[in-house]
């Protein structure tokens, strides 16, 4: 038993190890993107941050969902944001997962390029949104007599610049149209959606997204136009940008893998990033090489014929 225990160890470690150079390889030639869109996460951030200053408290708005559902209350506005964090967590273990599991689909690097592209798209329509036009804030902090709904004029830059993190981000007022937890609850689900492998836990990851509408709405956190703007803004967001981005390569299918040594000192930057983002080879430059029912093919036009042939 302990000897099984410590060869699958090892495998384990092996694998985390080959997953980890992988990735690496990858963040060197992606990094540009993921800095950009964790930056941009500051930019939307300092948005949220700066109509607060412009958030006028006023009677709560007509809404249907707030006579539909019963309101939560303050003690248990904490539910919402406990689903939420559940959904976060569960979605960035899951892009990882190709560090411990044998069966991977996904890079974690390309992944994450491809949903911040998606966050950042409809972050800067909220963002435009939200500026257009100021709602009173339904949230309990932001209505009249809290004096959290309105901030004092900053008394210098560096009090914008640091958001008050994270009492900011928590007690934010005027970030109404549309709910940024829905984007990235909505994010999250989609891309699991089409990359995921397992349908119960996509099944289940619809239903969370639907419970966590529900829940913003009664917690009093936005307006149920809020939520239901955001569904098809972020799905409808996500299907064109998704459409404009590479297809993520699938790492289930056969490998195009240099020969030699001399091969492998050619393989440059350029055709290694056609690769990646699934953009054919000229077979005439590169040979695929994998194996099949235990035979080793190098020739891509040989192993057509093989698959033509049944064999």
């Given at each position: 038993?302990?000897?099984?225990?410590?060869?699958e160890?090892?495998?384990?470690?092996?694998?985390?190890?080959?997953?980890?150079?992988?990735?690496?390889?990858?963040l060197?030639?992606?990094?540009?993107?993921?800095?950009?869109?964790?930056?941009f996460?500051?930019?939307?951030?300092?948005?949220?941050?700066?109509?607060?200053?412009?958030?006028?408290?006023?009677?709560?708005?007509?809404?249907?969902?707030?006579?539909?559902?019963?309101?939560?209350?303050q003690?248990?506005?904490?539910?919402?944001?406990?689903?939420?964090?559940?959904?976060?967590?569960?979605?960035?273990?899951?892009?990882?997962?190709?560090?411990?599991?044998?069966?991977?689909?996904?890079?974690?690097?390309?992944?994450?390029?491809?949903?911040?592209?998606?966050l950042?798209?409809?972050?800067?329509?909220?963002?435009?949104?939200?500026?257009?036009t100021?709602?009173?804030?339904?949230?309990?902090?932001c209505?009249?007599?809290?004096?959290?709904?309105?901030?004092?004029p900053?008394?210098?830059?560096?009090?914008?610049?640091?958001?008050?993190?994270?009492?900011?981000?928590?007690?934010?007022?005027?970030?109404?149209?549309?709910?940024?937890?829905?984007?990235?609850?909505?994010?999250?689900?989609?891309?699991?959606?089409?990359?995921?492998?397992?349908?119960?836990?996509?099944?289940?990851?619809?239903?969370?997204?639907v419970?966590?509408?529900?829940?913003?709405v009664?917690?009093?956190?936005?307006?149920?136009?809020?939520?239901?703007?955001?569904?098809?803004?972020?799905?409808l967001?996500?299907?064109?940008?998704?459409?404009?981005?590479?297809?993520?390569?699938?790492?289930?299918?056969?490998?195009?893998?240099?020969?030699?040594?001399?091969?492998?000192?050619?393989?440059?930057?350029?055709?290694?990033?056609?690769?990646?983002?699934?953009?054919?080879?000229?077979?005439?430059?590169?040979r695929?090489?994998?194996?099949?029912?235990?035979?080793?093919?190098?020739?891509?036009?040989?192993?057509?014929?093989?698959?033509?042939?049944?064999a």
């Open positions: 038993m302990t000897l099984y225990i410590g060869r160890a090892s495998k384990l470690w092996k694998r985390i190890c080959a997953e980890t150079t992988t990735e690496i390889n990858l060197a030639e992606n990094w540009r993107y993921i800095l950009a869109g964790l930056i996460q500051y930019i939307h951030g300092l948005a949220a941050r700066g109509v607060h200053y412009l958030h006028r408290p006023g009677p709560t708005l007509q809404d249907v969902g707030f006579h539909i559902l019963p309101e939560l209350g003690d248990k506005a904490y539910i919402s944001e406990s689903v939420f964090t559940c959904i976060f967590l569960s979605f960035f273990a899951w892009t990882f997962h190709p560090f411990v599991f044998k069966t991977k689909k996904i890079y974690t690097v390309l992944v994450w390029c491809r949903v911040l592209a998606f950042v798209a409809s972050q800067i329509l909220r963002i435009i949104t939200f500026y257009s100021q709602l009173p804030g339904p949230n309990y902090h209505r009249e007599g809290s004096r959290l709904a309105r901030l004092p900053p008394r210098s830059p560096f009090e914008v610049l640091l958001i008050n993190f994270p009492r900011g981000v928590l007690y934010g007022c005027g970030d109404l149209i549309f709910s940024s937890h829905m984007i990235f609850t909505l994010v999250f689900v989609l891309t699991y959606q089409k990359y995921g492998s397992i349908r119960f836990i996509k099944q289940v990851a619809w239903l969370v997204a419970i966590q509408s529900l829940l913003i009664a917690s009093r956190k936005h307006y149920t136009v809020d939520v239901v703007v955001a569904w098809y803004t972020v799905n967001v996500v299907f064109f940008v998704d459409k404009k981005l590479p297809e993520l390569l699938d790492r289930m299918a056969p490998m195009l893998l240099p020969m030699n040594v001399k091969d492998k000192d050619g393989w440059n930057k350029e055709e290694n990033h056609k690769l990646l983002n699934g953009i054919s080879v000229d077979p005439a430059d590169w695929l090489r994998t194996q099949v029912n235990g035979k080793v093919l190098e020739d891509g036009n040989s192993l057509q014929d093989n698959a033509k042939n049944g």
